[in-house]
């Protein structure tokens, strides 16, 4: 089993940032790829961003390259999700996930509670 609790959300400007943190414990960190996905009211739950278990490897959904940058710690078991030039539409619950390296939320098997991101007009 691996525990992942997310923090760092929070409510913020259009233009703003905002870093989110996601923390592991549990079986060996490094063993898995991490993704991040959000879920907009009304919305299915989408795919943002993945790294690899090396953190040598990311993927980035088209909505959010060059605003967003994942990266992750092995040391300190965490990811992190940066996101900057917020956009309303950025607006969801936002989770971490640990499991293959995988765009369908269906490849990670361990999951976080979610942290909300609101992004204010």
């Known amino acids: 089993q691996v525990q992942l609790v997310e923090s760092g959300g929070g409510l913020v400007q259009a233009g703003g940032s905002l870093r989110l943190s996601c923390a592991a414990s549990?079986?060996?960190?490094?063993?898995?790829?991490m993704g991040w996905f959000r879920q907009a009211p009304g919305k299915e739950r989408e795919f943002v961003v993945r790294i690899s278990r090396s953190g040598a490897n990311t993927n980035y959904a088209d909505s959010v390259k060059g605003r967003f940058t994942i990266s992750r710690d092995n040391a300190k078991n965490t990811v992190y999700l940066q996101m900057i030039s917020l956009e309303p539409e950025d607006t969801a619950v936002y989770y971490c996930a640990a499991g293959a390296y995988g765009i369908r939320d269906r490849e990670y098997p361990y999951w976080g509670q979610g942290t909300q991101v609101t992004v204010s007009s």
């Open positions: 549990g079986r060996t960190f490094s063993n898995y790829a």
